[in-house]
């Protein structure tokens, strides 16, 4: 089952590296589509562990599915975290990853995050004073990325910026993927 379920993580982190383009930073949550089939939690596929499920759901864009599935585990709270700022609920996205606190690959994430932010060149100078704070703070802040792509949803970021925060969220699914995927 583990070996599944890690062969299952390697085909997601594939799937993600080999699209053109990343996952929206917020997206409706209402359900895309009416399914004949059971609700979450009681179908087949159920056998895989729900951080597994919901990271499917997040990256297939299916999040009120992702937030309708049981969280139980460190995984799983991660993704449903991400699942809640990617719907676009911030306050709850927030304290989510409160609770989530420091992962793994934050370190690789806050580095991945520098160099983004530094390849916009002078003309970006949210992106300069972004770097900025976070080099200020010395670490990856989950909160602080939940604000900025807040803003980038209700305008307030150009969308160059925008695009900047989804090359960082692509990153950050990417090295989650990447971490299950190796065990």
Do not use: N
Not at 53 to 74: C, H, K, M, S
Not at 159 to 182: G, K, P, T, V, W
């Amino acid at each position: 089952m583990a070996d599944e379920a890690a062969e299952e993580w390697g085909r997601l982190a594939v799937a993600l590296s080999t699209r053109a383009c990343g996952p929206s930073l917020i997206v409706d949550c209402a359900p895309q589509r009416e399914t004949a089939g059971q609700p979450p939690g009681c179908s087949e596929a159920d056998s895989r562990p729900p951080a597994l499920r919901i990271a499917r759901a997040v990256l297939d864009d299916r999040l009120a599915e992702a937030l309708a599935e049981p969280v139980t585990d460190p995984e799983s709270r991660a993704w449903r975290a991400v699942a809640l700022r990617r719907a676009g609920r911030i306050r709850e996205a927030r304290q989510a990853f409160r609770v989530v606190g420091t992962r793994p690959e934050h370190v690789l994430l806050y580095e991945r995050a520098l160099e983004v932010l530094g390849s916009g060149g002078g003309g970006f100078r949210w992106a300069a004073e972004a770097a900025a704070l976070l080099m200020t703070r010395g670490r990856w802040d989950p909160i602080w990325f939940v604000d900025a792509c807040a803003a980038a949803q209700t305008g307030l970021l150009s969308r160059e910026s925008a695009a900047l925060l989804e090359e960082i969220q692509r990153a950050e699914l990417q090295l989650m993927l990447d971490a299950r995927a190796a065990g």
